[in-house]
């Protein structure tokens, strides 16, 4: 499985970003999906999943309420739509494709993007 993710960028706290994930040499529908960011220094979190359906989803509390995850199965493409960006939003994203069984722990996900950059200034 191979995964390609885009869509980061330079915003303004305050402002909006979505980002895509590209999923590919794979069933799709079989993974569930999810986002992780590693700021400088810091250790990879849980930011978002997304069940094969998409019908259950997971959110880390620091972003609950300003970002929402989906998924497009027919086009293999998982989202992470961000508003209301913070300063300490500012990370690399990576998207992760895993087993049903897969929850917010990042170990457990087997299949990795390459990672998007976000900045969000002040």
């Known amino acids: 499985v191979q995964l390609q993710a885009s869509g980061g960028g330079l915003v303004q706290a305050g402002g909006s970003l979505r980002l895509s994930c590209a999923v590919s040499g794979g069933t799709f529908s079989r993974y569930v999906v999810a986002w992780f960011r590693q700021a400088p220094g810091k250790e990879r979190e849980f930011v978002a999943l997304?069940?094969?359906?998409?019908?259950?989803?997971d959110y880390a509390d620091s972003v609950k309420g300003r970002f929402t995850i989906s998924r497009d199965n027919a086009k293999n493409t998982v989202y992470l739509q961000m508003n209301s960006l913070k300063p300490e939003d500012t990370a690399v994203y990576y998207c992760a494709a895993g087993s049903p069984r897969c929850g917010s722990s990042w170990s457990q996900f087997g299949a990795w993007g390459q990672g998007t950059q976000v900045t969000v200034s002040s």
């Open positions: 997304a069940t094969r359906n998409g019908d259950s989803t």
